[in-house]
């Protein structure tokens, strides 16, 4: 963390962390600081800056509380955490209903659950898991982990596993 720094610090600072492949969010509320807002993966403006900063940045906090920032992070990492595990959920619950079904049709020559039953069983797996998880609050680690990418898969391999 860089505070109290000149534009010119902060360009460097960003350019230089880009060089090492590092996610960089950069905060600014005035004109000199433009280009490092810019330039950052994530651009924040504080509320009471200047209409340019507000304009290029990617975050605007209404008020200058910069917390809120790092509390917009956690819960958008907790959004994303929550989706990978409904996911997994699912797929999990669909693929067990499959091998079921599977087996089933192999072993006893007809399917051991109808169309009505397997509509409910998701149902009712969807409903539960999706209030389970949507009400799941952020935990405090969260903001210590790595940056999500653009091109990290929501279903890894671990998860397949």
């Not at 009471?48 to 958008?76: N, P």
Request: charged share 15%; aromatic share 6%.
């Amino acid at each position: 963390m860089l505070a109290r720094a000149d534009a010119n610090d902060k360009l460097s600072l960003i350019v230089g962390l880009q060089g090492l492949n590092r996610q960089v969010a950069a905060t600014g509320d005035g004109i000199n600081d433009l280009a490092a807002i810019e330039r950052a993966n994530v651009g924040i403006s504080m509320g009471s800056g200047v209409a340019a900063a507000k304009e290029v940045s990617d975050l605007v906090l209404t008020g200058d509380d910069f917390e809120a920032s790092l509390r917009a992070v956690m819960w958008g990492r907790n959004i994303y955490h929550n989706i990978t595990r409904f996911l997994q959920f699912q797929v999990t619950v669909n693929i067990s209903c499959l091998l079921v079904l599977f087996i089933g049709i192999i072993l006893f020559n007809q399917t051991p659950m109808t169309s009505v039953q397997l509509l409910w069983i998701n149902l009712i797996m969807d409903i539960i898991a999706a209030l389970a998880l949507a009400t799941e609050p952020p935990l405090q680690s969260v903001i210590e982990g790595p940056p999500f990418t653009d091109n990290m898969a929501i279903l890894s391999p671990a998860v397949w596993r």
